[in-house]
C-alpha cells in the first residue's frame, strides 16, 4: 500500500514537473495577448487602466444572479411546501402519540424556518445588487 501511494506521488510530481514549464510562458504572454485584443476594432470593449471592460457585464451579471436566485427560491419553496403537507399528514395520522405529534410539528417548524431564510436570503441578495452593481 505503501509503495502505491509513492508511487503515485512521484507520478504526480513528475508530471507537474513537466506541466509547469510550459504553463509559464503562456501566463508572461497573457498581458500582450489581452492588450492586442482590447486595441481591437470591437467597440463595445472599453480600454480601461489596460483592462478591457464591457460596459454590459454589470448588468448580465446582475441578471444572471437574479436568475438563479428566482430559480433556487422557486425550488426551495415548492420543496417547503411539500414537506409542510408532508408535516400536516403525519400530524394527522399520528394518533395521538406524542413522538409522532412532535415529529409532525418539527418538520412543519423546519419547513417554515426554510421559507423565511429563502424569503431573506431574496431581500438580502436583491438589496446587494440594486446597492453595488445597479439597477435591476
Known amino acids: 500500500m505503501i509503495k502505491k501511494i509513492k508511487i503515485t506521488l512521484i507520478g504526480l510530481m513528475a508530471a507537474a514537473a513537466l506541466i509547469v514549464?510550459?504553463?509559464?510562458?503562456a501566463s508572461v504572454y497573457a498581458e500582450d495577448i489581452q492588450k492586442s485584443l482590447c486595441g481591437g476594432t470591437d467597440l463595445?470593449?472599453?480600454?480601461?487602466?489596460?483592462?478591457?471592460t464591457n460596459p454590459d457585464a454589470e448588468l448580465?451579471?446582475?441578471n444572471t444572479i437574479t436568475l438563479a436566485l428566482n430559480v433556487f427560491?422557486?425550488?426551495?419553496?415548492?420543496?417547503?411546501v411539500v414537506?409542510?403537507?408532508?408535516?400536516?399528514?403525519?400530524?394527522?395520522?399520528?394518533?395521538?402519540?406524542?413522538?409522532n405529534i412532535t415529529s409532525a410539528k418539527?418538520?412543519?417548524l423546519y419547513a417554515?424556518?426554510?421559507?423565511?431564510?429563502?424569503?431573506?436570503?431574496?431581500?438580502?441578495v436583491r438589496f446587494v445588487l440594486t446597492r453595488?452593481?445597479?439597477n435591476n
Not at 44 to 52: Q, Y
Open 21 to 25: 514549464p510550459l504553463t509559464i510562458p
Open 132 to 134: 453595488f452593481v445597479g
Open 60 to 62: 448580465k451579471v446582475n
Open 112 to 124: 417554515l424556518v426554510g421559507l423565511v431564510v429563502v424569503a431573506l436570503a431574496q431581500v438580502i
Open 73 to 80: 427560491s422557486a425550488i426551495v419553496g415548492i420543496i417547503a
Open 83 to 99: 414537506m409542510i403537507i408532508v408535516g400536516g399528514v403525519k400530524y394527522i395520522t399520528s394518533q395521538g402519540e406524542s413522538a
Open 44 to 52: 463595445t470593449l472599453a480600454k480601461d487602466g489596460g483592462n478591457c
Open 106 to 108: 418539527n418538520t412543519i
